[in-house]
């Protein structure tokens, strides 16, 4: 399952390739929430069009598979850093010390692995639908109103090279941490206990309660 991670900083080299890659997935992320509320402007529009006029927005469906690799791709990077995928803690959650940090670098090199065979294929599945030479650059549209597709599929092997970026930098916090024995690593998730996660979510209220009596 997920839980709540927390993310140390320091000011050695991995420290900052980690803050620097984490703006990048900010950003990439964001794009991913504006993507959201873009469709649902779309479906305002769309239903509205229809209700009121008779006339639909054209190519709304094509609109929205074209969105699906922004909503579904472009923040998986910034979950990554936070620790925030679905995974099974029974038994990691059991472990700590070096035995902790040595089943995190497994996973995370395994997963690394994957990413990287998902971004060769996704690449590969773009290059097919891109040609320089065809009308719009694509070889495939839409079939509404004949959206080239090739931006959308452009998006997959984008995310996954970030994922990729942070994968390796996870995989050198955990292997610092294993080699040297450290209690709490920086660059990489440290799931919070119960108590922390409670002492975290009251501090947050209580940050939004004075901000409304101000």
């Known amino acids: 399952m997920a839980g709540s991670s927390a993310v140390l ?12 890659l984490h703006r990048l997935e900010m950003v990439l992320a964001m794009v991913s929430g504006l ?10 529009v769309s239903v ?3 209700n009121l006029f008779n006339a639909p927005l054209p190519g709304y469906v094509d ?5 699906m690799p922004l909503i579904a791709f472009m923040g ?6 936070d620790g925030g995928h679905i995974r099974m803690d029974m038994l990691v959650g059991r472990l700590n010390g070096r035995a ?3 089943a995190e670098l497994v996973t995370a090199l395994v997963s690394l692995l994957l990413m990287a065979l998902l971004v060769w294929g996704s690449w590969e599945h773009f290059q097919r639908s891109f040609d320089f030479a065809a009308p719009l650059w694509s070889r495939d549209s839409s079939i509404d109103i004949g959206l080239p597709i090739w931006p959308a599929k452009l998006l997959a092997p984008v995310a996954f090279s970030v994922l990729c970026l942070r994968l390796v930098i996870q995989i050198w916090g955990y292997g610092r941490a294993f080699v040297q024995g450290l209690v709490e690593p920086v660059a990489v998730p440290l799931v919070l206990s ?4 409670a002492a975290e979510e ?3 209220v209580s940050g939004l309660d004075a901000e409304e009596t101000d």
């Open 9 to 20: 900083e320091d000011g050695s080299v991995l420290s900052r390739l980690d803050k620097g």
């Open 35 to 44: 993507a959201v509320f873009s469709l649902m402007v779309l479906a305002v």
């Open 48 to 50: 509205g069009g229809r």
């Open 63 to 67: 609109w929205i598979e074209q969105a």
């Open 76 to 81: 998986i990077a910034y979950t990554q850093r």
């Open 100 to 102: 902790l940090w040595l």
């Open 194 to 197: 119960a108590a922390a996660q």
């Open 202 to 204: 009251a501090q947050h």
